[in-house]
């Protein structure tokens, strides 16, 4: 069906399947269903609670909160009643929330609990706007503020208002939205500045749904597991809104920590995920071969290179040799559908998004029976421009475009698009939104790539990010960065070089796995403080960068490099909610260690 709204496609989806199961969350041991009609029950009346509280269609509301089925379901009610969500990260300090409730004009923000709260509490007098908090988890520390209110509470303030005043939901309000209507505020951390509200209408979003979903054929009624933060627009499309259009379950995992758990007790057939969590799972099944028998250590690199020239063969829609089909077959029974059975079992595909996926992990996870399907995209563009599919992969590329989608190279190397999928603008900031968009509507993405014969995208680096050394070379940092993170003894690493007469490198280590090494070398285990001057350190990761930037010419090859104490982190301000590094403030962070490599 071709739906216009977002509030079209959630009734229609949820009253054909009204008597099926649609959320899942987990309580103590026990997975809890929704029904598509308690679902809908639950939004109607949240909807209407919004409504008795005097808010008007095109108000704001934000949601502060970790993924859950509240967060989905308080979404859907916003949106029903015509207003707008403003998406708010859970990590965010005070003054970050503060600006972005103020900016956004919110009047009701969904708190999750007493901890974020208080964040609010603290700063409700300097949000002009802000007239009501919810309680998600129920807690009762707002009772006696009469501002506050608990979940449940609204939902019967809100179902005794629509009785009261005989109210339809669905007929006066969500059928009366607009295509061009404003569906979400989703304000961009970024790496510099102050955060941006990026606005997206009802038509940004469907038109990127009804187009994602021709990437793989028959995708219906699948199971999602959920846990990326829906803050984000990378879960909130393909984790929130697509499984709901493609009529799918979704599980939400308690925390990051449990997905593993979660998905061997739920059996999802696509998960969404950031390159980081694919990163970690390499180095865990790596670990765990590290102290397996010799013998099986060989049968897993059988069944990797068997895996490998598989799906090689596959993707270059190439015939498979009997013999290899043969292989393939035992090394599936032997090796694959092992660790497949770790992940549930029923896993078609992941998605991979927010960051760059290595090369050397895709790969990885390809030979041995996984598919990642890495695509491209912002929150500007609602967010998918490119995907690789199940059918047409290409390593260390995100893809090809979507059908409505325009892309096009600019001389130097940007990446530009068009296409019903970008945003409307910056909200409160035409500055900004004039920047990204030239005369002819091409949307600059600040993103630097190429295009090969076959229309796959390679993203090569960041516009801003593109260092030029006193000698007037340019260098991007990314590949460097990229290069150096496949190392297992490298957890991160910050290129620097701007203006300076060499590159040099601000590298976290991988603190576990140099400790391992320092033991098979008879060595004591060092805490991280100790680790980062330490001979033996030193020594391995000489080695292990030398080898490395025998990849890369001697100009834009590491020189010189500092180890840290401790990883880049959020509260540091170092690290944006997606993970994403903060260039300038880690450089400010350590400006007097970078000036010790330059002496």
Same mark, same amino acid.
């Given at each position: 069906m071709?739906?216009?709204t977002?509030p079209?496609m959630?009734?229609?989806? +949820? ?48 949601? /502060? ?30 003054e ?74 669905i007929?006066?309000?969500? &059928?009366? +939205?607009?295509e061009?209507? *404003?569906?979400?505020?989703?304000y ?5 500045? &102050? ?7 009802h ?5 990127? /749904? ?8 028959? %995708?219906?009624?699948?199971k999602?597991?959920?846990f990326l933060? *829906? ?54 099944? &790596? ?38 089909? %043969? ?40 030979? +041995? ?8 995209? %912002? ?90 050394t ?19 003894y490298?957890?991160?690493? *910050? ?67 500092k180890?840290l ?9 170092? &690290?944006?909610?997606?993970m ?20």
């Amino acid at each position: 069906m071709n739906y216009k709204t977002i509030p079209e496609m959630f009734f229609s989806v +949820i009253e054909e399947q009204k008597n099926k199961n649609i959320l899942n969350y987990k309580n103590n041991d026990d997975w809890i269903p929704i029904t598509g009609s308690e679902v809908k029950d639950i939004v109607v009346n949240l909807s209407g609670s919004l409504l008795y509280l005097d808010l008007l269609p095109k108000d704001k509301v934000s949601i /502060l909160s970790s993924t859950s089925h509240k967060w989905a379901l308080a979404d859907y009610s916003i949106l029903s009643a015509g207003m707008t969500t403003t998406t708010v990260y859970p990590t965010l300090i005070e003054e970050q929330v503060e600006f972005i409730l103020n900016d956004s004009e919110s009047k009701l923000i969904f708190v999750e609990n007493k901890d974020q709260f208080e964040k609010i509490n603290k700063i409700y007098n300097k949000c002009e706007s802000l007239k009501y908090i919810v309680l998600l988890d129920d807690d009762s520390i707002g009772d006696s503020i009469d501002y506050c209110y608990k979940f449940s509470d609204l939902l019967i303030l809100g179902k005794n208002h629509i009785k009261k005043n005989n109210i339809s939901i669905i007929e006066d309000y969500s &059928m009366k +939205i607009s295509e061009n209507d *404003l569906v979400t505020l989703i304000y961009t951390s970024g790496t510099t500045g &102050m955060p941006k509200g990026v606005m997206l209408s009802h038509k940004n979003l469907i038109s990127n /749904l009804t187009e994602v979903v021709k990437l793989q054929d028959n %995708l219906y009624k699948e199971k999602f597991l959920s846990f990326l933060p *829906l803050s984000h627009v990378l879960e909130r499309m393909a984790g929130h809104f697509f499984p709901m259009f493609i009529k799918s379950k979704i599980y939400y995992a308690e925390n990051i920590e449990t997905v593993g758990v979660n998905m061997s007790e739920v059996s999802p057939s696509i998960v969404v995920c950031v390159p980081r969590f694919f990163e970690k799972m390499y180095d865990k099944i &790596m670990a765990g071969l590290k102290d397996a028998p010799t013998i099986r250590q060989k049968l897993f690199s059988w069944g990797l290179k068997i895996g490998k020239d598989y799906t090689n063969l596959t993707h270059a829609n190439q015939s498979i040799p009997f013999l290899l089909k %043969l292989k393939h077959k035992i090394a599936d029974k032997l090796i694959y559908s092992k660790v497949r059975a770790k992940l549930g079992g029923k896993i078609k595909f992941f998605i991979s998004g927010g960051a760059p996926l290595p090369q050397k992990i895709a790969e990885f996870f390809s030979g +041995i029976g996984i598919t990642i399907l890495e695509g491209y995209g %912002l929150t500007e563009t609602s967010p998918v421009l490119t995907s690789n599919t199940p059918e047409k992969i290409r390593f260390g590329t995100v893809g090809v475009k979507l059908d409505n989608v325009e892309l096009k190279i600019a001389e130097d190397g940007e990446i530009l698009a068009k296409g019903p999928n970008v945003m409307l603008g910056y909200y409160n900031n035409k500055e900004a939104t004039d920047e990204v968009f030239d005369n002819d509507g091409w949307f600059h993405t600040g993103d630097i790539g190429k295009i090969d014969d076959d229309g796959f995208l390679k993203i090569t680096d960041r516009k801003k990010s593109l260092l030029v050394t006193s000698a007037g070379k340019n260098i991007a940092p990314a590949p460097l960065e990229v290069a150096l993170n496949q190392s297992k003894y490298i957890q991160q690493t *910050l290129i620097i070089g701007d203006k300076r007469n060499f590159i040099s490198a601000l590298i976290v280590p991988n603190y576990d796995n140099i400790n391992d090494f320092l033991f098979s070398i008879n060595k004591e285990k060092l805490s991280n403080e100790a680790m980062v001057d330490h001979p033996d350190v030193l020594k391995l990761l000489d080695a292990e960068i030398k080898s490395i930037m025998d990849k890369f010419s001697s100009y834009e090859s590491v020189k010189k490099y500092k180890l840290l104490p401790n990883e880049f982190s959020i509260e540091k301000g170092e &690290m944006t909610p997606k993970m994403s590094i903060v260039r300038k403030k880690v450089i400010a962070n350590y400006e007097n260690l970078i000036e010790t490599i330059y002496k």
